[in-house]
């Protein structure tokens, strides 16, 4: 008889800590996911933000090769001024 009572009363745990599993799985399980999103996001956006600057920075610095024929000085010139203010976006993205 002992046994019925203790079988009875481990199913009746195991019932409760199943469904106390099942509740707080899915808002554990979408934070974790909420969270992981919001991490690739912020990675994407920081990735577009310094090659962005880069591009606009090495296009400018074409252009103005072009307009005064001084072929790759203002390009070279504009690719640090470029990664300076792609640095800059990522620090203001962050914070």
């Keep these: 008889m002992k046994d019925g009572r203790d ?3 481990f199913e009746a745990r195991l019932k409760a800590a ?3 599993a099942k509740s707080e ?3 554990t399980a979408q934070k974790q996911a909420g969270s992981a999103q919001r991490a690739i996001e ?3 956006r920081l990735g577009v933000e310094m090659v962005a600057a880069m ?3 090495v296009v400018i610095g074409w252009g103005l090769d072009k307009l005064f024929h001084t072929k790759p000085w203002f390009m070279i010139l504009m690719v640090p001024v470029g990664l300076v203010a792609g640095v ?3 620090l203001r993205a962050m914070g």
């Design 7 to 9: 079988n009875a009363a």
């Design 18 to 20: 199943e469904q106390a």
């Design 25 to 27: 799985r899915p808002e």
């Design 42 to 44: 912020l990675a994407m």
């Design 55 to 57: 591009v606009i920075a």
């Design 88 to 90: 800059r976006n990522l």
